[in-house]
């Protein structure tokens, strides 16, 4: 089971943490993806990290602005998300799966586990 949290809202060009805990168990194995879901649009993707590797894949939109981690026992994934624009405003969403490949990383339907959601509004 997936937990996010860390959204809120916050003006252009601030900054929001995400995190996206494991409850019960790590992500040792695992590729964690972030999506997001604007009103009245699909799921899009925006991130993903390699646990074990640490190795991270972003969508144009967000390269050089967001950036993912993990912590050290990875229990937890991060999304820093800086120099928010109102076209980031969304609920966001973190997924896992430990069998999936580096070209599947953008297909929602190629992660098992998700998370609740949490919500991003960026307000200029």
């Known amino acids: 089971q997936l937990q996010a949290s860390g959204g809120g809202t916050v003006q252009t060009g601030g900054s929001l943490r995400l995190s996206c805990a494991a409850s019960g168990d790590t992500f040792s194995n695992y590729v964690v993806g972030w999506f997001r879901q604007a009103p009245g649009k699909g799921r899009e993707y925006v991130a993903a990290?390699?646990?074990?590797?640490?190795?991270?894949y972003y969508t144009d939109s967000v390269k050089g602005r967001f950036t993912t981690s993990r912590d050290a026992d990875k229990k937890s994934v991060y999304l820093q998300m800086n120099s928010l624009k109102s076209e980031d405003t969304a609920v966001y969403y973190c997924?896992?799966?430990?069998?999936?490949?580096?070209?599947?990383?953008?297909?929602?339907?190629?992660?098992?586990?998700w998370g609740q959601g949490t919500l991003v509004t960026v307000s200029s």
């Open positions: 990290i390699r646990v074990n590797s640490r190795h991270t």
């Open positions: 997924a896992a799966s430990r069998t999936i490949i580096v070209s599947a990383y953008t297909n929602e339907n190629a992660y098992a586990y």
